[in-house]
């Protein structure tokens, strides 16, 4: 069984240290005081280390059940959804307008943590309602909206993405399912989604699905595809509910991990839907909550990893196995706890540096969000939008390695599903593959991002960069433990942006055959950066005489950590990208 | 559903290309020639392929079940198990005194990896039998080997080691069981071991377990623990069996992976045993056959990874999505095959790469044991002793993440249970963990085994280095691809041998804190070397005129690819490792 506790002191950290998000000029936030957010932090934490983190391994063991075309959720998700709607948790960050809170987006995102953290597959009906919610929010006509967002935002209705068909994942454009048109405006929806998470339960009243599909006249390719309104039960002029539209559940995937949620095949016979957007428009639709969705999937990777985290720490200091090489450290006992051997050590080291790194650039980002829709500040939309495919591949990939890794702190015991670090593992191995599968993560950063508006979002990460050591060129301290390295990781980015812009046109195999290192070394010195950054903030804190000097001491130790043991791994990953295609195209299909 | 296919050829090139088997001077091995090899591998391919293989996702899906005490192995697990008996593959490396049919472990090794590949969990049943084999033909009185090896050479009786206990796994010095000597000489054996791995089945007649317990005198440490002989069923003096001994299985254990194992709580209590080794010599008899149980688990490690290799092949040859970027390969199909696509040849070429390097350097091992054991050959032993270590951890983590690796190129679908992909993740995930989890392997390596005998098997590893560059640097074709990168990676493991030779007495914890960067960085000058000698092996056919050309110049793509795509790791690896211990070990324990 395993414990969660919120991070509220690095979140703290995050929010005003790192990012003064109560200095910023932007809507609301002068209110995001140490003190309001403290007051939010620790309530979110609450339900999720005393309902939500206790539900887990439930979810895991009973699994979702398809009874009679209903998906019954395992015990107690019911009743912690409706703390979770009560609480005012799911309204968090949405639009007054329909009924929400109206904080912003670095807020979501850092009570999204906590809840993802003690629960992740629990979490997931909500975070799927929400990115409905936004669809509909930036895409619906004001009928739709005022019909939808209110229940959607108190989640009395949830919502689904439905992208995927048998024959049709990352290549959309060979999506079958049809819409047809109808006399009063709306479409007759037929076809079959797989993978739909949270496609259907038990815990609210209605779902709102929404659906890709192909309507006639936009021809075979993406560019026909279209996004409809698809909800379960039809919804009458008066908000209440009308009849069962024509969808069902087929069947629950058997998954290897997020067993307590739903992820149906979905099967769509002539199902009444409305037209979301422009007419044939509806990858542009979907391709504006990408930013938002992936970034959530990253935060997943960080969640799961801090919760397997915290696990293997208590596991590390109880556990007592072997002595510590330099002497036993606690001689009155039989054995030492695992803490004291270096090589534990350096796995959660490895592991909290990523957790703590991982922490602020999801901050980071989210905050450029909240830029870019509080301010239409179109640089931090651009800067975000290249950061945003990094977030997602190297979180979630390093986010499962850290499970994995905080798996092996505890040896065999481990491996038993009753400690709940398989969980863990196997709950953070889908982070990888849904909402673009990480190889898909690498060609949008090389192959879209890299080169987009001529390249200038990734001069301002390099510019950002710059600034940073040069801020704090004068700090001795900082100088060799993080300037230096961050420079040198930084040089070797630099050296493959290059290598890229120069293969890109003459020979793109070259380009993609690095793309997954690249994504790997951006997110290397990413990390650099905010690691930087947070040890400047930390100094800065303990110059101006902060109490807490061995929490500031901590941090300041733990990024001295990822700048000399982590950040080296750039010149690997520019060792591989400069190979080109030759080795990796070498073979021809029947040789493999 | 997965599928297996033996991969005859590769081996075939290992055994007679890279190590001309039938060429050696040792006891038996004229008769291993290609035809003899080709027919046994093909022979043991047809029941991994035709029997095994159709049973691995039986035996995940429907597990072991204790009932009335007796533990039930999935359907199909018995008659394959006959299968493997009668078709004699349980007694191929063992002694002929007993039954064997002699041959080398370099053949077992070549099997074994069919077998394990096909279905780990069901192979484990007679890879745990012949630990327990290789244990009493290497302590047992004449009595003790005449009274069960006949019966465990065939697996009518099978085998377990039992080690760990709740409180001591690694630490086997806070074991609890004790031995109590009776006047016959006998034992009578109480305590609980845990994890014990085919600790009960319903597949043998008897069960023969080895279990490490404390008798009187020895005193508290590991010092005072002996190994004892524990049947599950009493012998008679005629061979038939008596009565039920005082064991039995508390529970099973809910596992990750390996389901169709039966993994045990065994209960002693008052259970009769007999000294197998000398008193109080327990952990020395359990060290001499350390090496062979952990070639075992690496072997485990390149198995499983083969078969997910496989299957990742086959997939991404046959799913249709997206086209390639330098144009349409299958302009007539509604999409390309993914294979086209640079990312998912990375992946793959990661895997191949990957699978062939470890299948050269397991069989190099089991060479090196076979020419320690059959013809004495002490700087065979010391150097595998020190390889061993390497072999377990390296295999088995990179083992592990080329499953991972494998069940991405499914996309969503590797996520579902019923493709099969997610087995091999979970399966292969205890090989990193049990035979002493590989934190323990790395500190074996750098604790023990780097030093021992004056660092002279570590200087002749050096050599071997050296030799086989100095070999080839005539080759021009070899030169850049290969010797040159072997050189600098040979380079970086000088480097950090002699860091750790410095630090080593003076600051331990700066070398251990340093020892599984140090076993990952051997592991790729390991693999270099063994690639750089396929590669050489190749070229030599090729220039001998041999008719499958295309087989060979693959292998040396393949190389190519090894060399210049992952050996650069090793300058991570020694830039953690140059670190020393202070990153490591800078925070208090409550500083996590």
Redesign the interface.
């Known amino acids: 069984m395993t414990a969660y506790n919120a991070p509220v002191r690095d979140i703290q950290f995050v929010l005003h240290d790192l990012l003064q998000i109560s200095q910023q000029d932007l809507a609301g936030h002068a209110d995001l005081d140490r003190e309001f957010t403290q007051a939010v932090l620790e309530a979110a934490g609450k339900l999720a280390s005393e309902v939500l983190a206790p539900l887990n391994i439930i979810g895991d063991q009973q699994g979702c059940k398809l009874e009679n075309g209903i998906v019954r959720t395992p015990e107690g998700f019911k009743g912690a959804f409706d703390q979770m709607r009560d609480g005012g948790w799911t309204a968090l960050d949405c639009d007054p307008e329909f009924g929400g809170q109206g904080m912003p987006k670095v807020i979501g995102c850092a009570t999204g943590e906590l809840f993802s953290a003690a629960n992740v597959a629990f979490t997931m009906y909500q975070g799927l309602t929400h990115g409905a919610y936004s669809a509909i929010h930036t895409h619906g006509t004001d009928e739709q909206k005022a019909m939808y967002l209110p229940k959607m935002v108190s989640c009395e209705w949830t919502g689904t993405m439905n992208l ?1 068909e048998p ?5 959309l ?2 999506l079958r399912t049809r819409a047809e048109p109808q006399e009063d405006g709306s479409y007759l929806i037929s076809g079959q989604k ?2 739909i998470s949270a496609g259907d339960h038990d815990m609210s009243e209605n779902i709102i699905h929404l659906v890709l599909a192909k309507a006639p006249g936009g021809g075979e390719s993406t560019k026909g595809i279209s996004l409809f309104i698809v909800p379960k039960f039809l919804v009458n002029a008066d908000g209440s509910l009308g009849d069962r539209n024509s969808l069902s559940v087929g069947s629950l ?5 997020i067993h307590g949620n739903s992820t149906c095949v979905m099967n769509y016979d002539g199902a009444k839907g409305w037209l979301l957007g422009d007419l044939h428009k509806g990858m542009r639709a979907m391709f504006t909550m990408m930013n938002e969705a992936r970034l959530g999937v990253g935060l997943q990777g960080l969640a799961v990893a801090d919760a397997a985290y915290q696990n293997a ?1 208590a596991y ?2 109880d556990r ?3 002595r510590a ?2 002497g036993a450290a606690r001689p009155d006992a ?2 030492d ?1 695992l ?1 004291v ?9 490895d592991q ?1 540096s990523f957790v703590e790194g991982a922490r602020a650039l999801i901050a980071w980002c989210a905050h450029l969000i909240d830029r870019s829709h509080l301010a239409g500040d179109a640089e931090a939309e651009a800067l975000v939008s290249l950061l945003i495919p990094v977030v997602k591949g190297f979180l979630t990939d390093k986010g ?1 390695d850290t499970a ?1 890794q905080a ?2 702190v505890f ?8 400690h709940g670090m ?1 969980q863990f ?2 709950d953070a ?2 982070t ?3 909402e673009g ?3 898909v993560q ?2 949008d950063l090389v ?1 879209r991002k890299l080169a987009a508006d001529g390249g200038k979002p990734m001069m301002a990460f390099f510019e950002l960069v710059k600034g940073t050591i040069k801020a704090h060129e004068a700090d001795e301290e900082l100088r060799a433990g993080f300037l230096e390295p961050l420079k040198a990781a930084s040089k070797d980015l630099q050296t493959a942006t290059m290598y890229f812009v120069e293969q890109g046109m003459k020979n ?2 070259a380009a ?2 690095g ?2 290192d690249f994504m790997h070394l951006f997110g290397h010195v990413a990390f650099g950066l905010v690691w930087t950054r947070m040890a400047a903030a930390a100094r800065q804190a303990l110059a101006s005489g902060a109490s807490d000097r ?1 929490f500031y001491q ?1 941090k300041i ?2 990024g ?2 990822y700048m ?2 982590q950040l ?2 750039t ?2 990953h520019l ?2 990208i400069r ?1 080109g ?1 030759e ?5 021809a ?1 029947d ?2």
């Open positions: 995927t024959h049709a994942g990352t290549d454009g060979l797989i993978f995937e058997h998954k290897m991990g720490v590390a200091c007592l196995q072997g090489i330099t039989p054995a706890p803490i051997h270096p090589d534990i050590r350096r796995n959660l080291m909290k499962f994995v798996q092996q040896g065999g015991h481990g491996y038993i599903e009753e398989s593992v196997r191995r889908i990888m593959i849904y599968a990480n190889g690498a060609l192959g793109p195999n993609l055959s793309s997954y061995d901590s130790a733990t001295r950590y000399s043991r080296p791994a010149a690997t060792a591989r190979t295609s080795p990796v195209m070498a073979l299909e040789q493999f």
